[in-house]
Nanobody, 124 residues
Framework: QVQLVESGGGLVQAGGSLKISCAVS????????MGWFRQAPGKEREFVAAISGNGGTTYYADSVKGRFTISRDNAKNTVYLQMNSLKPEDTAVYYCAVSKYFRTTYDRNEYAYWGQGTQVTVSS
């Protein structure tokens, strides 16, 4: 059974930084791309960032490009999202997900497994 456990969310002031993590078990981690999505109250879940199975390719939503960095440690079965220059509009529940494929994808329908989410709140 595949399990994803996010951690590291919290409250941070605008302009600050936060790094969230997602530990994955039950799957050959390096074979699959990983993604981060977020969902703010009253809004649909949206793509944030994705990384390929070997970490060689990354892809970002325009809204976070240049501020967020996705990375992975395949030895630890963990994917990370480093968030810098945070803005109040980044406030959301952040979800990690395991892709059905090795490559990066922004399409949430191409993700097979999801974590429970971690809350990130950015105060102004």
């Amino acid at each position: 059974q595949v399990q994803l456990v996010e951690s590291g969310g919290g409250l941070v002031q605008a302009g600050g930084s936060l790094k969230i993590s997602c530990a994955v078990s039950g799957r050959t981690f390096s074979r699959y791309g990983m993604g981060w999505f977020r969902q703010a109250p009253g809004k649909e879940r949206e793509f944030v960032a994705a990384i390929s199975g070997n970490g060689g390719t990354t892809y970002y939503a325009d809204s976070v490009k240049g501020r967020f960095t996705i990375s992975r440690d395949n030895a630890k079965n963990t994917v990370y999202l480093q968030m810098n220059s945070l803005k109040p509009e980044d406030t959301a529940v952040y979800y990690c997900a395991v892709s059905k494929y090795f490559r990066t994808t922004y399409d949430r329908n191409e993700y097979a497994y999801w974590g429970q989410g971690t809350q990130v709140t950015v105060s102004s």
